[in-house]
């Protein structure tokens, strides 16, 4: 690589099991002399389909490296992220991710890596995914959309773009998230949105797809649970905590006839299991228990006053109903209870 190249951004393609448009692709970025070096990450691709790596190999300004069995795109983009660190001149300004299946023009990378390069920010390049887009991508982003505004409060047209600009200074950040699969691109996301907001910029780019995008090894329904694993996980933890709990408080306020005092030996039993269980199943926190279990208690305190406000008045305006009016009272406040533990409770301390 010459010295004039040194201060081109890089190109970073993760493929699993490529056909010929990655090879059309590498070609016509070679033939550009926009970027200063291609990665080709071969994600363990059957030896057939290896075959369309072996151009590539020593020639100049491209790298292959290779995966011995398929690890997937997260560990694949890792990969090559942590390649470019290692070994990019110190004038590289970034490296731009580009998925292998021919989506993305040549002259839409340009401009993402141009963007980027000249804000020094994470850039993203954002479809309209309007008419024409399959039915599984519409769907899978429109998921992907929703649970990443409400794990963030932001809001991003595509979160399930492949075409990325990762600032140099900023690449160590995306290899400190720990999934490997589709839920990196998204997890990722979230991460760095979180951690520095506003400095996300959205390029807008063609709309481009091969045969209804059947080359995508995105898995609608099963990528889309995964991405929204910590969501789902919260959601079945939380039902069964309101199970419990009604059990309890139907049976208190059954002897008592007190909202109050049955409210208050419900929640009792249900914070530790809630408690216990957030930790280790929904968001995996191994660290400061003490700090988490006393943020957990105020957030506990505070809902156990609002939700009981809300039940009394409720019950007053309805003339009785007190365990439907409890029902809606828990469900309206679900989605806030979410949003403050996974935001600000059940992180790792420092972060």
Same mark, same amino acid.
């Given at each position: 690589?010459?010295?004039?190249?040194?201060?081109?951004?890089?190109?970073?393609?993760?493929?699993?099991?490529?056909?010929?448009?990655?090879?059309?692709?590498?070609?016509?970025?070679?033939?550009?002399?926009?970027?200063?070096?291609?990665?080709?990450?071969?994600?363990?691709?059957?030896?057939?389909?290896?075959?369309?790596?072996?151009?590539?190999?020593?020639?100049?300004?491209?790298?292959?490296?290779?995966?011995?069995?398929?690890?997937?795109?997260?560990?694949?983009?890792?990969?090559?992220?942590?390649?470019?660190?290692?070994?990019?001149?110190?004038?590289?300004?970034?490296?731009?991710?580009?998925?292998?299946?021919?989506?993305?023009? $040549?002259?839409? !990378?340009?401009?993402?890596?141009?963007?980027?390069?000249?804000?020094?920010?994470?850039? *993203?390049?954002?479809?309209?995914?309007?008419?024409?887009?399959?039915?599984?991508?519409?769907?899978?982003?429109?998921?992907?959309?929703? *649970?990443?505004?409400?794990? $963030?409060?932001?809001?991003?047209?595509?979160?399930?773009?492949?075409?990325?600009?990762?600032?140099?200074?900023?690449?160590? !950040?995306?290899?400190?998230?720990?999934?490997?699969?589709?839920?990196?691109?998204?997890?990722?996301?979230?991460?760095?949105?979180?951690?520095?907001?506003?400095?996300?910029?959205?390029?807008?780019?063609?709309?481009?797809?091969?045969?209804?995008?059947?080359?995508?090894?995105?898995?609608?329904?099963?990528?889309?649970?995964?991405?929204?694993?910590?969501?789902?996980?919260?959601?079945?933890?939380?039902?069964?905590?309101?199970?419990?709990?009604?059990?309890?408080?139907?049976?208190?306020?059954?002897?008592?006839?007190? /909202?109050?005092?049955?409210?208050?030996?419900?929640?009792?039993?249900?914070?530790?299991?809630?408690?216990?269980?957030?930790?280790?199943?929904?968001?995996?926190?191994?660290?400061? *228990?003490?700090?988490?279990?006393?943020?957990?208690?105020?957030?506990?305190?505070?809902?156990?006053? /609002?939700?009981?406000? /809300? $039940?009394?008045?409720?019950?007053?305006?309805?003339?009785?109903?007190?365990?439907?009016?409890?029902? /809606?009272?828990?469900?309206?406040?679900?989605?806030?209870?979410?949003?403050?533990?996974?935001?600000?409770?059940? !992180?790792?301390?420092?972060?």
């Amino acid at each position: 690589m010459s010295h004039s190249d040194d201060n081109k951004p890089w190109v970073l393609i993760p493929a699993y099991q490529p056909d010929e448009k990655l090879r059309l692709l590498v070609e016509r970025l070679m033939e550009i002399q926009a970027f200063g070096q291609v990665i080709l990450v071969n994600d363990g691709s059957s030896p057939e389909k290896t075959e369309v790596f072996e151009p590539f190999r020593g020639a100049e300004g491209v790298t292959v490296l290779d995966h011995a069995v398929n690890r997937g795109k997260g560990q694949a983009l890792k990969t090559g992220l942590n390649h470019f660190l290692l070994t990019a001149p110190p004038e590289t300004p970034g490296i731009v991710s580009c998925d292998a299946d021919g989506q993305h023009l $040549t002259s839409d !990378v340009i401009k993402v890596a141009e963007t980027g390069a000249r804000e020094n920010s994470f850039t *993203l390049g954002v479809r309209s995914l309007g008419q024409g887009t399959p039915f599984r991508s519409k769907f899978g982003n429109m998921v992907t959309a929703g *649970l990443f505004s409400l794990f $963030t409060g932001y809001r991003l047209k595509d979160t399930q773009t492949g075409l990325r600009y990762y600032p140099r200074d900023k690449v160590a !950040v995306f290899l400190q998230t720990p999934y490997d699969r589709f839920d990196y691109e998204f997890a990722s996301l979230v991460k760095y949105v979180s951690d520095h907001p506003g400095q996300t910029k959205q390029e807008p780019i063609e709309t481009v797809y091969l045969e209804a995008n059947a080359s995508s090894h995105y898995r609608v329904l099963a990528d889309s649970l995964t991405i929204g694993g910590v969501f789902i996980r919260f959601f079945f933890l939380s039902l069964s905590t309101a199970i419990l709990d009604y059990l309890v408080f139907i049976l208190v306020f059954y002897l008592t006839k007190h /909202i109050f005092t049955s409210f208050i030996a419900a929640r009792a039993i249900a914070i530790i299991y809630n408690f216990t269980f957030s930790r280790k199943l929904v968001f995996k926190i191994k660290s400061d *228990l003490f700090g988490q279990l006393v943020k957990y208690l105020g957030l506990v305190a505070l809902f156990l006053f /609002i939700s009981w406000g /809300i $039940t009394v008045w409720l019950s007053d305006i309805l003339g009785g109903y007190v365990v439907l009016v409890k029902a /809606i009272a828990e469900g309206g406040l679900f989605f806030i209870s979410f949003l403050v533990q996974s935001r600000f409770i059940f !992180v790792e301390k420092n972060k």
